[in-house]
């Protein structure tokens, strides 16, 4: 079988491949059984297809190589613990475009009084081994834990594993962390009355923010009405409820997520995410995370949206073509980080090399056990900061499969990037993926 046959393992060796050689079989000599007794003998134990066996056996000359002859299961790796918050900062965005979006209802301002629980925490699970086509256990990796901090006004009970509430007053979740602040509220619209406003908490604006005003806050701002060339800096999250006219100028800046019903010739950055409801209309939008626009027209069309993780939108683009330029940033900064990674653990590995070599001179010579047992514990933190590494490597490697989703059309004329690579959409696609294969662009309809 060997000078007709070859067999390739993929997916950590969870897929074995059946290959045939530019050899000509004999007729006749290909059996099930004698197959069967080859795969076996390279050590093929679990998952063995015997349909495609009889499939290879009955169509020799017409059978489509490569063929799958047996298949594993891969390891699935448990959920890192995270902090589950017992508030909500929004309902759910779910409208038809004919439907009017009123968003003074869509949003709640999550306040707390002494006492009360604000957040529990929920442990990391285990994973769910694996198994190679070879019979072998491919572990599963432990979710990563989670430390959680103290906020502003909150304290974290490890027994319990609940944050409690120190304090009365706003809720702010913020990088699994939850603070309370106290809140500098506006009823009605800021003005000259008002000027800029500079605060160390939460800020609340019932009416609108005018053009040329500033607002800087500590923690949230959320402002009923419509923000205008205004700017906004805040280190926790953005609530606009009547939309962004920015008309070019000014700027919204935050530290977490922004939420509006849309944005038109705006400028918004977040380090979390970007969720609009209805358009974004020639604007220049960037988010760490994800930029979603899908209720209501869930139209992005024109100017500039910029992601780390992906975007998704019913439209994009226009029945007038105008230009619109999507970016995931994601594969250049995940390729430095992974890069960033491999140097680590090639440091720690020879630093290990050198330790473990230490501790055998110094047993060989008797040292004193104390001095031994901090080389042993300095090895073992190696290896922990190793493990580290590789989990965040795969954390990385993960993430870099990011995505453009459209539900409805993707129209002529939209500039895509991912990395380095781009493509200009020269047709209309319905409901659709865009993607990076094997260092191109692919947009495949769903």
Not at 107 to 121: M, Q, V
Not at 215 to 243: F, H, L, Q
Request: proline share 2%.
């Amino acid at each position: 079988m060997d000078q007709w046959f070859h067999i390739k393992f993929e997916n950590r060796e969870t897929v074995a491949l059946l290959q045939k050689n530019g050899v000509e079989i004999p007729s006749g000599e290909v059996t099930y059984s004698k197959l069967l007794a080859w795969i076996e003998s390279k050590g093929i134990r679990h998952g063995i297809r015997n349909e495609v066996l009889s499939l290879v056996v009955e169509n020799l000359n017409r059978f489509v190589f490569p063929g799958e002859i047996a298949k594993g299961k891969l390891p699935k790796d448990g959920e890192s613990a995270r902090l589950i918050p017992s508030f909500t900062n929004e309902k759910k965005l779910d409208t038809n475009e004919n439907e009017k979006l009123d968003f003074k209802r869509l949003f709640t301002i999550p306040t707390a009084e002494f006492g009360e629980i604000l957040a529990r925490k929920q442990n990391a699970t285990e994973g769910i081994a694996g198994i190679s086509v070879f019979g072998k256990v491919i572990p599963a990796k432990k979710g990563k834990d989670l430390v959680v901090k103290n906020g502003e006004n909150t304290v974290y009970n490890e027994s319990e594993k609940c944050v409690y509430a120190s304090a009365s007053g706003e809720v702010t979740f913020q990088n699994n962390c939850v603070n309370i602040y106290p809140v500098y509220r506006v009823d009605g619209d800021v003005s000259l009355k008002t000027g800029h406003i500079d605060f160390v908490g939460n800020v609340h604006i019932t009416g609108d923010v005018p053009s040329g005003f500033k607002i800087n806050a500590k923690g949230d701002v959320r402002v009923e009405g419509v923000v205008e060339a205004a700017d906004i800096i805040s280190d926790g999250s953005v609530v606009i409820g009547g939309g962004v006219l920015g008309q070019g100028k000014g700027s919204v800046r935050c530290g977490g997520d922004f939420t509006s019903l849309y944005i038109s010739q705006g400028n918004v950055y977040a380090r979390g995410n970007i969720m609009v409801a209805q358009t974004i209309l020639h604007s220049h939008c960037e988010a760490e995370s994800y930029i979603t626009c899908t209720s209501g027209k869930g139209n992005i069309s024109g100017g500039t949206c910029i992601a780390g993780n992906g975007i998704s939108a019913n439209n994009i683009g226009n029945e007038t073509n105008s230009k619109t330029l999507l970016y995931i940033k994601t594969n250049d900064r995940m390729d430095k980080e992974i890069i960033h990674h491999e140097q680590k653990i090639l440091e720690l590995e020879k630093n290990l090399e050198k330790l473990t070599h230490l501790k055998s001179v110094l047993i060989q010579k008797n040292t004193e056990q104390q001095t031994i047992n901090r080389i042993i514990n300095t090895i073992s933190q190696s290896k922990l900061e190793m493990t580290n590494h590789r989990a965040e490597i795969e954390k990385s490697k993960n993430t870099l499969k990011s995505s453009i989703h459209i539900n409805s059309t993707l129209h002529p004329n939209v500039e895509i990037a991912i990395g380095k690579y781009k493509r200009k959409i020269q047709s209309p696609y319905t409901a659709a993926k865009v993607f990076l294969e094997e260092k191109e662009i692919v947009v495949h309809t769903l």
